[in-house]
């Protein structure tokens, strides 16, 4: 078992109703200047909007609306960073989905230095302050509300990047299950295989401890649970909490505390599918997490290649029921495509035209070469060829 250092400073309030029992108390903490930062129509199509003015009468309030999913660097931070240095801003609400909230921590840390934004995001700046930030999250997926990260889009350059730091934890997060009942079916579906593809990130590394195997196996077999439930019973609260509570715990690192690094190379790869194309997040994982565990389980030799068969199988067995890994492998894609997620790129719009291309600028930026499995130009081409 690995040693770790391990924080998570985020409140999280959770349930029905509590943005109109909590929401007045805990922004009266954070100073009178507010930036309300949101996506399309669908906070003020539900009331949401409304209700969150209503709780903030007496404060000053901005707004950036109009974030888009794999939110974008250009405009949506650099206009935010512009409104919180023009009007002094104290705290920022987040209200939305995971698009969102990445968006606001670029927002809250660049918004407190004078380097260039884009620095900021990629690091070549530290982040040393950054505005506090409330998000009422609206939908079940990225886990943003509980961690310290967002993945932002250049579009200009097709780069989408992870901007990490510890000063953009939330500060409290709200999350109210029923905010998800009317969500459209791609964006459930969507926001399910983003977050297994967390875990499955996670699950699948060298080193590991039986209580993160079952952990992460428990909430795996929940998703895929609950997930059936929710699509014949959109407003079932239950099974949507318990959806929320797995995909929140999904990217703060919990599920694989002692375990060694994975590298988390499908987000990688899916990282260039949606930089380039700016596909939905999660059907792109969908798309590539079997291919690359094909890949990884036919190119790989000696004690790796035990490793991985150990992991694949073990996955299939605990989750599916399955007793091999081409088993297993075979379970992750029949359940996405029994959900509806298309399982090609050609499904999604995508031909191999810039296969080369995309290959290229993973192996690049992305590392993969230390990862678990590592991966280089030649390996990543060949898992887009088959995702094709």
């Known amino acids: 078992m690995r040693n770790f250092d391990y924080q998570t400073p985020t409140r999280l309030i959770f349930g029905k109703g509590v943005v109109a029992e909590k929401l007045q108390d805990v922004m009266a903490q954070y100073g009178d200047k507010v930036l309300i930062t949101y996506g399309g129509g669908s906070i ?22 109009g974030i888009e999913p794999n939110p974008k660097f250009n405009p949506s931070v650099l206009e935010g960073v512009r409104i919180c ?8 609400l987040s209200v939305g989905g995971g698009s969102v909230l990445d968006c606001t921590k670029a927002i809250a840390g660049a918004a407190c230095s004078d380097a260039d934004p884009w620095d900021i995001v990629t690091g070549k700046a530290p982040t040393l302050k950054a505005i506090p930030i409330v998000d009422i999250i609206t939908l079940a997926a990225t886990g ?9 889009s250049r579009t200009e350059t097709n780069d989408k990047l992870a901007y990490f730091s510890p000063l953009v934890f939330p500060a409290v ?24 593809n967390h875990i499955m990130e996670q699950y699948f590394c060298g080193e590991h401890i039986m209580m993160n195997d079952a952990f992460m196996e428990g909430a795996v077999k929940s998703l895929v649970k609950n997930v059936r439930i929710v699509l014949d019973e959109p407003d079932n609260y239950d099974a949507r909490a318990e959806i929320f509570y ?17 590298g988390w ?13 700016d596909i939905t997040h999660g059907e792109g994982l969908a798309i590539v997490t079997p291919r690359w565990m094909s890949h990884i389980l036919s190119a790989t030799t000696g004690q790796l290649h035990e490793q991985v068969v150990e992991r694949i199988t073990s996955f299939g067995k605990n989750v599916f ?37 995309m290959a290229h600028h993973i192996a690049v930026n992305e590392g993969l070469d230390s990862a678990w499995v590592p991966l280089y130009e030649e390996d990543i081409a060949a898992i887009l060829r088959d995702c094709l």
């Open 321 to 357: 029921g399955t007793a091999t890994p081409e088993e297993s492998i075979q379970a992750i894609h029949n359940f996405y495509e029994s959900i509806g997620i298309p399982m090609t790129l050609g499904a999604v719009g995508i031909d191999g035209s810039r296969i080369d291309e």
């Open 246 to 262: 797995a995909t929140t715990l999904g990217c703060n690192g919990i599920y694989a505390l002692g375990n060694s690094e994975s």
């Open 173 to 196: 997060s709200f999350i109210d299950p029923t905010y998800t009942f009317t969500l459209p079916v791609k964006q459930t579906l969507a926001g399910i295989a983003d977050c297994i």
């Open 265 to 277: 190379p499908m987000h990688a790869i899916e990282h260039a599918l949606s930089g380039h194309y």
């Open 85 to 92: 240095k023009e009007k002094g801003i104290d705290v920022i």
């Open 44 to 65: 003020k199509r539900s009331g949401l909007y409304d209700q969150v003015l209503q709780l903030l009468e007496g404060k000053e309030i901005y707004e950036l609306p």
């Open 144 to 152: 943003s509300e509980y961690d310290s990260g967002g993945v932002i």
